[in-house]
């Protein structure tokens, strides 16, 4: 185990940023993230910053990247003239929780369309059914994603082999995950696309999402395991998603190379939504009177500055948002 990151990982003001995300639990989290870095050599070459980054996305997803739950991992990239980096990635698992999570789900299934079935669509309906029976469970030629929502829509969503292959020819060129772990991959695509097409998430959770077209296109270390991969990059820098919204609310992040100084700890779990709504922005204006997209861009951006001293801004945020779903309206 590297010990610096060790020593970061463990330090009071790391504790305290994920207690702010994960209340008590966060002891729990910092040691499954530990866990994930002890079982890949290539992540303990990774900076202690970008072991907290990607750990922190996975906390503010609520995804343990515990590598026997697969929900999401934390898997090591190279980066030219940088070395190795640690990225954030969630599993096919993981979207399917979030997806659940949401309680307007009756049921989520997939299947392989197998060699000797054929999947026959509804031209009114445009849902899919499976005919004939399969000749040869080690081939298939399509994957059938289908859900239905408490409120009675359903939908099904499939891909054939050869589109899958397509896609991850376009998206895999620097993934080798898309050929030694062809199926995970496969699945992992179905999921996130048919699910972020016709599904249902929460709003951070979607804005996540739908951020994460062009996720296959980096470069994964080759001692990755149990990994069906989604990369969540930010569509622009963080800096330019700030300027662009007039809410330049974060300094540059620092990047100290050795465990952070602890800082106060932000009043996250005791705050009230209130409180949550009287945070201002450089310009003045209030968190309680922007739209809620607004909020999910300014979540993003702060999440990708890797600054601890936006935690309680990101919590802010993020309890107005959950406000709203509840029914609260914006401020006046």
């Known amino acids: 185990m590297n010990d610096e990151i060790q020593k970061y990982m463990q330090a009071p ?14 002891n729990a989290f910092i040691s499954s993230v530990m866990l994930a870095v002890m079982n890949s050599n290539q992540l303990q070459q990774c900076s202690p910053q970008s072991i907290l980054s990607a750990a922190t996305q996975a906390a503010t997803l609520r995804l343990s990247v515990d590598p026997s739950i697969g929900e999401a991992a934390i898997i090591p990239r190279f980066v030219k003239d940088k070395g190795w980096t640690a990225s954030f990635q969630v599993m096919y698992r993981g979207i399917y929780r979030m997806a659940l999570r949401t309680n307007r789900y009756r049921y989520i299934q997939d299947t ?11 031209r009114m309906t445009g849902l899919h059914s499976i005919e004939g029976a399969p000749s040869d469970k080690d081939s298939w030629h399509a994957w059938l994603l289908s859900f239905e929502l408490l409120s009675g829509f359903r939908k099904t969503f499939v891909m054939t082999r ?37 599904g249902v ?3 951070y959770d979607q804005n996540f ?10 470069e994964f270390s080759g001692d990755v395991v149990d990994v069906e991969a989604v990369v969540f990059e930010a569509p622009r820098p963080a800096g330019q998603i700030l ?23 932000p009043a996250t779990a005791a705050m009230t939504v209130e409180q949550a709504e009287a945070f201002e922005t ?27 001293s936006l935690d309680g801004k990101i919590a802010a945020c993020r309890m107005i948002i959950d406000a709203r779903q509840n029914g609260r309206p914006i401020q006046a």
């Open 13 to 26: 003001a790391v504790i305290d940023k994920f207690r702010g995300i994960v209340g008590g639990n966060a």
């Open 112 to 122: 392989k369309i197998f060699a000797g079935e054929t999947v026959i669509e509804d």
């Open 201 to 203: 998430f929460d709003a």
């Open 162 to 198: 050869a589109e899958l292959e397509e896609h991850g020819a376009k998206y895999g060129g620097k993934n080798p995950l898309w050929k030694s772990e062809f199926d995970k991959m496969a699945r992992k695509t179905v999921y996130r696309l048919g699910l972020s097409r016709y």
């Open 209 to 218: 999402i739908m951020t994460a077209d062009n996720d296959e296109e980096t």
């Open 282 to 308: 450089s310009t003045g204006a209030k968190y309680g009177t922007l739209e809620s997209d607004v909020l999910l861009n300014m979540i993003t951006a702060m999440l990708n500055k890797h600054d601890t």
């Open 243 to 265: 300027d662009d919204l007039g809410f330049d609310d974060a300094p540059a992040a620092s990047k100290p190379q050795s465990a952070p100084e602890a800082k106060p700890k």
